[in-house]
């Protein structure tokens, strides 16, 4: 069955993930070169060149698996939880690295997968390609929520 495809609706809905990832970014620039990178860090801490490109990508993935709920007209209570994640994810920058943070933000990162997986849930009824597209997301997030964690417990 062939799908009608808003494209002013996904445009929005991808444009508006990589802005909330792009303001967020703008707050790990700051800290980025001065605070985190004076901190001990796991063996498995990821070159720092490696999270543009993966979050971009994130970012795009959130943004189409919003649009096919969206587009779906899927439940307010969807919509709601997806915004929900997405200001979680939106204020960790803002606690890790302006806030030099990394308890509070550990604690918002635990928040965030919670509601990642209630959004999935959400998502999966509408359209199981949506919560199929959060995977990816879902398995960067359980990463950074260890290293989250460890870079607290290293630093404490």
Same mark, same amino acid.
Do not use: E
């Given at each position: 069955?062939?799908?009608?495809?808003?494209?002013?609706?996904?445009?929005?809905?991808?444009?508006?993930?990589?802005?909330? *990832?792009?303001?967020? *970014?703008?707050?790990?620039?700051?800290?980025?070169?001065?605070?985190?990178?004076?901190?001990?860090?796991?063996?498995?801490?990821? !070159? *720092?060149?490696?999270?543009? +490109?993966?979050?971009?990508?994130?970012?795009?993935?959130?943004?189409?698996?919003?649009?096919?709920?969206?587009?779906?007209? *899927? +439940?307010?209570?969807?919509?709601?939880?997806?915004?929900?994640? %997405?200001?979680?994810?939106?204020?960790?920058?803002?606690?890790?690295?302006?806030?030099?943070? !990394?308890?509070?933000?550990?604690?918002?990162?635990?928040?965030?997968?919670?509601?990642?997986?209630?959004?999935?849930?959400?998502?999966? !009824?509408?359209?199981?390609?949506?919560?199929?597209?959060?995977? +990816?997301?879902?398995?960067?997030?359980?990463?950074?929520?260890?290293?989250?964690?460890?870079?607290?417990? %290293?630093?404490?």
């Amino acid at each position: 069955m062939l799908m009608f495809i808003d494209y002013f609706k996904l445009l929005v809905s991808v444009v508006v993930c990589l802005l909330v *990832g792009f303001i967020s *970014g703008i707050s790990n620039n700051t800290s980025m070169n001065s605070w985190y990178k004076h901190l001990k860090k796991p063996s498995f801490n990821p !070159p *720092g060149w490696i999270f543009a +490109p993966v979050w971009t990508l994130l970012y795009i993935l959130m943004g189409i698996s919003f649009y096919l709920v969206w587009a779906a007209k *899927g +439940p307010i209570i969807a919509i709601i939880f997806f915004f929900v994640q %997405l200001a979680l994810n939106f204020i960790w920058s803002f606690l890790f690295f302006s806030m030099k943070n !990394p308890l509070v933000a550990f604690i918002d990162i635990v928040i965030l997968l919670v509601m990642i997986l209630l959004t999935v849930i959400q998502f999966y !009824p509408v359209s199981r390609i949506a919560a199929l597209l959060f995977i +990816p997301y879902i398995l960067w997030v359980c990463f950074a929520t260890m290293l989250n964690f460890t870079i607290y417990w %290293l630093n404490r």
